[in-house]
């Protein structure tokens, strides 16, 4: 019985695993930095139209996310329903996690090609863990995150 459980959990890991493509020309949106070159930082939409959008960090693809105004012009998002998946890299395990689903450590010494991020991690557990290690100064989940702190970030005030 036990063998069948974990070959259910193997099996439906690899049913429900993504992982973010990219070549070596691949640049982000926002940023228009090759990815390639910052693997652990890779964020992407997809949107409801099939179109993938790369960005070389969370706080790009936030940017994108919450005013999609500015890429009218590109994309044509005129709403919520536009966005079909928002996928980050757990910064702990490289993996490609969904972005709605994930906790962000703000306030670390750890610095994404962008500058001052949000660090992404699959649990809350492991975002504590790296922001005790990390000076971080405060976890937030997906929808706590406003585009005010992404201004911020960006140096904004």
Do not use: C
């Not at 706590?144 to 970030?153: M, V």
């Amino acid at each position: 019985m036990m063998r069948f459980i974990i070959g259910l959990l193997l099996f439906s890991s690899l049913l429900f695993s993504y992982e973010i493509k990219y070549d070596k020309d691949a640049v982000g949106q926002v940023r228009h930095l090759k990815l390639y070159k910052y693997p652990s930082w890779v964020s992407e939409i997809e949107l409801a139209n099939g179109k993938k959008v790369l960005f070389s960090s969370p706080k790009g693809m936030f940017e994108f996310y919450l005013h999609p105004a500015s890429w009218y012009g590109d994309y044509h998002i005129t709403s919520e329903s536009d966005f079909k998946k928002l996928y980050v890299t757990d910064f702990k395990t490289a993996k490609t996690i969904n972005a709605k689903g994930a906790f962000f450590v703000y306030g670390t010494n750890e610095i994404s090609p962008a500058g001052d991020d949000l660090v992404p991690f699959d649990s809350y557990k492991a975002a504590e863990d790296f922001s005790k290690k990390h000076h971080g100064t405060r976890i937030f989940g997906f929808r706590e995150i406003s585009y005010g702190l992404i201004k911020f970030l960006n140096g904004a005030e």
